[in-house]
């Protein structure tokens, strides 16, 4: 069972364009959605998250639009530059106890080109 | 402030051998959790240790196994290797009950 579906898969921006990717999710208990950045080879890079009870957070070029009512969540990368060139995952979690565990999407390959 | 490494880089082994992989928290974390990333997926949960013990575990089977020690730094263990642990496995760790966690860059694991 998917808990956290990804698009689009693949996606092509032109350098200072905007780059947004989409995720939803169906667990009502997660109540974190963090968003990594992961280069061939390397592990993923923790670039921005977002709890429910805010609807936007920006951090620089990269903003998080949360929709709770509809279960949904987004990235928007602003003046996408070549080297924001990577896979992007999003990801929720739910804290269990002290447990908490990640639940990843299956991740959006992003090529800025020039 | 160090962040999450992880050993070794690479690792070949052949079916049924087993593997140990080794992870350093980052400083101040307490928490371990251990991801296994199939080629052109996201990372799935294996497991995640606390306070020395196993605090939470994905869909993986028994031959998955693991250890945290005192100094917060963990192992990963896999007993009869098969094809399909080919995989990046990835630890992170973070504080107790905290969303946040940090990947160290994996272990790339090649069974043939």
């Given amino acids: ?114 | 402030e160090t962040g999450v490494t992880q050993s070794p880089t690479h690792l070949i082994k052949t079916r049924g051998q087993q593997v140990t992989l080794r992870c350093s928290s980052q400083s101040g974390h307490n928490t371990v959790s251990w991801y296994q990333q199939a080629l052109g997926q996201g990372p799935q949960f294996i497991f995640q240790y606390y306070r020395e013990e196993e605090n939470g575990r994905g869909n993986f089977p028994p031959r998955f196994s693991g250890l945290q020690f005192p100094n917060y730094s963990s192992e990963l263990n896999v007993n009869a290797l098969e094809l399909d642990d080919s995989a990046l496995y990835l630890c992170a760790s973070s504080l107790v009950s905290a969303g946040t966690q940090y990947f160290g860059p994996g272990t790339r694991l090649t069974v043939l």
């Fill in chain 1, 1 to 114: 069972q998917q808990q956290v579906k990804q698009s689009p898969q693949s996606l092509i921006v032109q350098k200072g364009g905007i780059s947004i990717i989409n995720c939803a999710y169906e667990n009502t208990a997660f109540d974190y959605f963090p968003w990594y950045q992961q280069f061939p080879g390397k592990g993923p890079a923790l670039l921005i998250a977002i709890r429910p009870d805010v609807s936007e957070k920006k951090e620089g070029r990269f903003t998080i639009s949360f929709n709770k009512s509809a279960k949904q969540f987004s990235l928007h990368i602003m003046d996408s530059q070549p080297g924001d060139s990577a896979t992007y995952f999003c990801a929720a979690s739910a804290i269990t106890g002290t447990a908490s565990k990640l639940t990843f999407g299956t991740g959006t390959r992003l090529q800025v080109t020039l």
